[in-house]
């Protein structure tokens, strides 16, 4: 049973607009969340996390925002550009429990030139 | 450079035989995933190990077995019992239990 979920496989977006990528998650006990983008035939690499006591954390282009009532969570991209081109994951993980991530099954974001 | 290798890169091998897949990291971690890929699903994870001589099952173990004799070194064997091996292998590790995880470059197994 996916316990987090990313329902848009692919997103296409202009250069220099914003990009929004959606996560939805069904574990309440979830407290930690991280996003990582990934090239192909590469590995994961970290982009931004949040934990379950804020609501939003900003780096530069990249903002996450959490809704606990909904078990959502968005990572903007803001202006996005062409590198930005890459499948998205996000993960969860109830921390207070030291328990295994769990990782939705990516988007892959296109930014047109 | 600190980081996190997995060797070889590509590795193909015929059906029945185990194969055994490298992860090392110098980062000084206490933690190890081991992860596939497979299009169209997330990363589901194998085994994971939180300090030496010492492992536990993830959602897929079967068909899989680890070792994690070295805090640097958590080897992946792909056993014959594994009925789709043929995947994209993602090692992992964090400082601690349930921190950040950073990703090794993979290794794409393929089995004939």
């Known amino acids: 049973d996916q316990q987090v979920k990313q329902n848009s496989p692919s997103l296409s977006v202009q250069e220099g607009r914003i990009s929004i990528l959606n996560c939805d998650y069904t574990?309440?006990?979830?407290?930690?969340f991280l996003w990582y983008k990934k090239y192909p035939a590469e590995g994961p690499t970290f982009l931004i996390s949040i934990s379950s006591i804020k609501d939003k954390n900003e780096d530069g282009r990249f903002t996450v925002f959490l809704n606990k009532s909904a078990k959502h969570l968005s990572l903007h991209i803001v202006p996005s550009q062409p590198g930005d081109s890459a499948v998205y994951f996000c993960a969860a993980s109830a921390q207070s429990t030291g328990n295994q991530f769990y990782f939705g099954t990516g988007t892959s974001l296109t930014v047109i030139p | 450079d600190g980081g996190i290798t997995q060797s070889p890169k590509y590795l193909f091998r015929k059906e029945g035989q185990n194969v055994t897949l490298s992860c090392e990291q110098n980062l000084n971690h206490d933690a190890m995933y081991w992860y596939r890929q497979d299009p169209g699903q997330g990363l589901r994870l194998i085994y994971y190990s939180q300090i030496v001589n010492d492992f536990q099952k993830g959602d897929i173990a079967e068909g899989y077995s680890v070792s994690r004799e070295k805090k640097e070194s958590f080897p992946l064997t792909v056993t014959s019992a594994q009925k789709n091996p043929t995947a994209f292998y993602l090692c992992?590790?964090?400082?601690?239990?349930?921190?950040?995880?950073?990703f090794g470059p993979g290794t794409r197994l393929t089995v004939t």
């Open positions: 574990n309440s006990m979830f407290d930690y």
């Open positions: 992992a590790s964090s400082l601690g239990q349930g921190g950040k995880q950073y």
